[in-house]
């Protein structure tokens, strides 16, 4: 699975610090999704969390850091549905509850959007999100390596490939999904399920 680097805090957490910690990324999740991370204030994220901006500061080194540990909720939210999917017996059913969950939660979608158009444009960040990017494509190949053992196929390309090549097309169909919700069908979920073994 994904090595998620947990972001670093100024201090050591107590059990109200992690409760503060995680309101303020879950506040901040649904700010940064509603209004995008430009747009997206301190002011207002400590607001949505129910703390002043003090609190904030207190927690995360400023935005970016703040923004690091939203994206790092996103690895996670993304790592579960990645086992369920990896271990369905219907690759189409997988791939079609991936999509529902999308459509469930689209602050999901729109974080990582927020966070990848941000991030590309500053070389410190990019090369943190490049890293986790690459943790998201292990864990994938993993879940292909263990699908491929579980089902005795073979496959034409590296598992490495196919995961690039899985998650290219499942972030494409979510954001066609996401602008059209009868975009993505069946049909399509069971195009993408051919592609897993």
Do not use: C
Not at 114 to 124: G, S
Request: proline letters at 4%; glycine letters at 6%.
């Amino acid at each position: 699975m994904t090595n998620v680097v947990a972001v670093r805090s100024k201090r050591a957490p107590t059990e109200r610090r992690a409760a503060t910690h995680s309101r303020l990324v879950e506040a901040a999740t649904k700010v940064v999704a509603r209004r995008g991370f430009h747009a997206a204030t301190v002011d207002e994220i400590a607001d949505e969390a129910g703390f002043s901006v003090g609190a904030l500061y207190s927690n995360f080194d400023g935005k970016d850091d703040l923004f690091l540990a939203v994206f790092d909720g996103h690895l996670r939210w993304y790592e579960a549905r990645l086992a369920a999917a990896a271990s369905a017996a219907d690759p189409g059913r997988a791939f079609g509850d991936w999509m529902d969950a999308l459509m469930e939660e689209p602050e999901q979608l729109l974080v990582f959007i927020e966070f990848w158009a941000y991030a590309v444009r500053k070389p410190k960040l990019r090369r943190t999100f490049s890293s986790r990017l690459a943790d998201l494509r292990s864990a994938m190949a993993e879940a292909i390596e263990g699908r491929l053992e579980a089902t005795g196929s073979d496959l034409q390309v590296p598992p490495a490939t196919l995961a690039v090549v899985l998650l290219a097309v499942g972030r494409g169909l979510a954001l066609e999904k996401l602008a059209d919700p009868d975009a993505v069908d069946d049909a399509v979920a069971e195009l993408v399920a051919s592609l897993v073994p």
